[in-house]
């Protein structure tokens, strides 16, 4: 049975709050040491109360449904860790990070005499301040203070797991050797014994991560099924995630379906995948349910683009009415509403719907009758389907006070026509009109005299040329132009030049065909026989045979 129990000791209940507090029965355990800081007073009372937050910050981090905080005391660098740590699973990043310093002030200032262990009870306290910087977007420096803290070595083994798994977080798909070697401090049997379940199962998600980006698709798979059968509400992301991976988009959409998760995280990758699929409507839908977003403008605005582009203009100015109706009961303040029901209505009138306008700037105007935007937004909707109303409209508009000082008649004076390259012709009154007709007829022209051309000195005057309609070539002074004699240089085929024309006369036929006959009619002589090779032997003269003579 739960509680405190009235025949049992302090030591007997602060055991069972222990095991239920292990369990991660975090209720429980709360409501015990609840009891022993209000019915036992002793020397223990700072560690009671130092439970009793650990309990509570526990409860706000890995429990949907976390316990209401009870303010502790912030004495010791325990109650203020705790506490810092409560204000991060609540999203105060900035009071956390105050916390976190009170708390490095008093454990450096409790354990001054003892630097191994002043480095042992800071190791926390550091990968607490480098997740704050984490959520912050300051990667660089979380880096930094998580390595310091592995580096050290000097936290316990749930701490630099800690470490290690947002070092792995921080890498992301780079830097995979070093996120290897991160993964085995976290991952061994006395570490996962120590952690809590979502702990444990926010390693497992990372590592299965991990081999999806060093393309380990057989691990992968088997860590991914690990995780279904553990019931995290992240493994059927994985799957999913290998599926787009494929471009599988329809097959991804169905496994996150079947896994049936209420996690936001797989609700905004179905509305993502929907769109991808040109399911814009139903991707509309899927992000009205995720809570932690809902009732924001930004997530309306969202909504209502993919519903224009599902559902037609219509569909959007309805749900923009529908949202324009919650933004009013919410806690935004006159002007943030007042802004969007002006968006709203210029995207009414913008869409050929100037009824639905009008009738939601007559609601602004009646919570601001002064707002004179909506004032004319409204004249300018009535004057698209009912002109009387229009004017009726146009008469609550205030009147203009004009300084003493304005001539309004010299400003009307100044009202130009634009001309064709847009210059601005003043528009003069009468007077100035007639002066200047008048300054015109007095002012005489000055005649120009025409100047003669010069002509050159030598010029012999002469009528016109008598063979000018004679043909330039067969006129009687035509000389033709001196041919240059590098002309034919590098014209025709290679290697044709002006000095082989002998040649080519020589072998163009056409003009002497009796020579070729008279030639070819003569007898061709024999060539001369060719001389024989002498051998380099001398021949033996062989003796004649003949009369013997003495």
Same mark, same amino acid.
């Given at each position: 049975?739960?509680?405190?129990?009235?025949?049992?000791?302090?030591?007997?209940?602060?055991?069972?709050?222990?095991?239920?507090?292990?369990?991660?029965?975090?209720?429980?355990?709360?409501?015990?040491?609840?009891?022993?800081?209000?019915?036992?007073?002793?020397?223990?009372?700072?560690?009671?109360?130092?439970?009793?937050?650990?309990?509570?910050?526990?409860?706000?981090?890995?429990?949907?449904?976390?316990?209401?905080?009870?303010?502790?005391?912030?004495?010791?660098?325990?109650?203020?860790?705790?506490?810092?740590?409560?204000?991060?699973?609540?999203?105060?990043?900035?009071?956390?990070?105050?916390?976190?310093?009170?708390?490095?002030?008093?454990?450096?200032?409790?354990?001054?005499?003892?630097?191994?262990?002043?480095?042992?009870?800071?190791?926390?306290?550091?990968?607490?301040?480098?997740?704050?910087?984490?959520?912050?977007?300051?990667?660089?420096?979380?880096?930094?203070?998580?390595?310091?803290?592995?580096?050290?070595?000097?936290?316990?083994?749930?701490?630099?797991?800690?470490?290690?798994?947002?070092?792995?977080?921080?890498?992301?798909?780079?830097?995979?050797?070093?996120?290897?070697?991160?993964?085995?401090?976290?991952?061994?049997?006395?570490?996962?014994?120590?952690?809590?379940?979502?702990?444990?199962?926010?390693?497992?998600?990372?590592?299965?991560?991990?081999?999806?980006?060093?393309?380990?698709?057989?691990?992968?798979?088997?860590?991914?099924?690990?995780?279904?059968?553990?019931?995290?509400?992240?493994?059927?992301?994985?799957?999913?995630?290998?599926?787009?991976?494929?471009?599988?988009?329809?097959?991804?959409?169905?496994?996150?379906?079947?896994?049936?998760?209420?996690?936001?995280?797989?609700?905004?990758?179905?509305?993502?995948?929907?769109?991808?699929?040109?399911?814009?409507?139903?991707?509309?839908?899927?992000?009205?349910?995720?809570?932690?977003?809902?009732?924001?403008?930004?997530?309306?605005?969202?909504?209502?683009?993919?519903?224009?582009?599902?559902?037609?203009?219509?569909?959007?100015?309805?749900?923009?009415?529908?949202?324009?109706?919650?933004?009013?009961?919410?806690?935004?303040?006159?002007?943030?509403?007042?802004?969007?029901?002006?968006?709203?209505?210029?995207?009414?009138?913008?869409?050929?719907?100037?009824?639905?306008?009008?009738?939601?700037?007559?609601?602004?105007?009646?919570?601001?009758?002064?707002?004179?935007?909506?004032? +004319?937004?409204?004249?300018? &909707?009535?004057? %698209?389907?009912?002109?009387?109303? *229009?004017? @009726?409209? $146009? /008469?609550?508009?205030? #009147?203009?006070?004009?300084?003493?000082?304005?001539?309004?008649?010299?400003?009307?004076?100044?009202?130009?026509?634009?001309?064709?390259?847009?210059?601005?012709?003043?528009?003069?009154?009468?007077?100035?009109?007639?002066?200047?007709?008048?300054?015109?007829?007095?002012?005489?022209?000055?005649?120009?005299?025409?100047?003669?051309?010069?002509?050159?000195?030598?010029?012999?005057?002469?009528?016109?040329?008598?063979?000018?309609?004679?043909?330039?070539?067969?006129?009687?002074?035509?000389?033709?132009?001196?041919?240059?004699?590098?002309? +034919?240089?590098?014209?025709? &085929?290679?290697? %044709?030049?002006?000095?082989?024309? *002998?040649? @080519?006369? $020589? /072998?163009?036929?056409? #003009?002497?065909?009796?020579?070729?006959?008279?030639?070819?009619?003569?007898?061709?002589?024999?060539?001369?026989?060719?001389?024989?090779?002498?051998?380099?032997?001398?021949?033996?003269?062989?003796?004649?045979?003949?009369?013997?003579?003495?």
């Amino acid at each position: 049975s739960s509680g405190i129990n009235a025949e049992s000791s302090p030591k007997v209940d602060e055991l069972l709050a222990q095991i239920y507090y292990k369990l991660e029965n975090y209720e429980e355990a709360a409501s015990i040491y609840k009891a022993l800081v209000k019915n036992t007073v002793d020397s223990y009372t700072n560690e009671r109360e130092t439970n009793l937050a650990a309990a509570l910050a526990s409860s706000s981090a890995f429990k949907s449904k976390p316990l209401k905080w009870v303010g502790v005391r912030e004495s010791t660098y325990e109650l203020c860790y705790n506490s810092a740590c409560h204000s991060v699973s609540t999203g105060d990043i900035d009071a956390a990070q105050q916390k976190l310093e009170k708390a490095s002030e008093l454990c450096k200032k409790e354990f001054e005499d003892d630097e191994a262990e002043t480095k042992a009870e800071l190791a926390p306290i550091n990968v607490m301040k480098g997740l704050c910087l984490q959520k912050s977007g300051y990667s660089k420096e979380a880096l930094e203070l998580y390595n310091t803290v592995l580096k050290e070595k000097s936290g316990d083994s749930q701490t630099l797991a800690a470490a290690a798994n947002n070092i792995i977080c921080l890498n992301k798909d780079q830097n995979m050797f070093d996120s290897k070697k991160k993964l085995k401090i976290a991952t061994t049997d006395t570490v996962r014994a120590k952690l809590a379940a979502s702990q444990i199962n926010s390693i497992d998600f990372n590592s299965c991560l991990l081999s999806f980006y060093t393309n380990q698709l057989d691990q992968f798979k088997k860590k991914s099924l690990q995780l279904q059968k553990a019931g995290s509400p992240l493994a059927p992301l994985l799957l999913a995630t290998s599926l787009v991976r494929d471009k599988k988009f329809e097959e991804a959409l169905q496994a996150l379906h079947e896994g049936e998760s209420t996690d936001e995280v797989v609700q905004l990758s179905i509305a993502e995948l929907l769109k991808k699929t040109g399911l814009y409507c139903e991707s509309a839908a899927s992000l009205k349910k995720v809570v932690s977003i809902s009732g924001k403008p930004g997530v309306y605005s969202l909504v209502a683009s993919l519903i224009l582009i599902g559902g037609g203009p219509t569909a959007a100015a309805d749900y923009l009415e529908e949202a324009l109706e919650e933004l009013t009961n919410s806690d935004y303040t006159n002007e943030e509403i007042t802004g969007w029901a002006l968006q709203c209505a210029k995207f009414m009138l913008a869409t050929n719907m100037p009824e639905k306008a009008a009738m939601n700037l007559e609601k602004l105007l009646a919570r601001d009758p002064t707002n004179i935007k909506a004032l +004319a937004l409204l004249i300018r &909707s009535y004057s %698209l389907f009912d002109a009387p109303r *229009a004017h @009726e409209v $146009a /008469l609550r508009l205030p #009147d203009i006070d004009i300084p003493s000082d304005i001539d309004l008649e010299q400003l009307e004076i100044g009202v130009g026509v634009t001309s064709g390259r847009g210059l601005r012709k003043v528009i003069q009154p009468e007077e100035e009109k007639i002066n200047e007709a008048n300054r015109r007829f007095e002012t005489k022209e000055k005649k120009r005299k025409k100047k003669k051309g010069k002509l050159p000195k030598e010029l012999v005057e002469a009528g016109p040329d008598p063979e000018r309609w004679i043909p330039r070539q067969e006129r009687s002074y035509y000389r033709r132009k001196k041919r240059n004699r590098n002309e +034919a240089i590098g014209k025709g &085929s290679q290697g %044709l030049s002006s000095l082989n024309k *002998a040649a @080519e006369a $020589a /072998l163009d036929m056409s #003009d002497k065909p009796k020579k070729i006959f008279e030639e070819e009619s003569k007898p061709t002589p024999t060539p001369p026989p060719q001389p024989k090779q002498q051998s380099s032997k001398p021949k033996s003269k062989s003796k004649k045979k003949g009369k013997g003579k003495w």
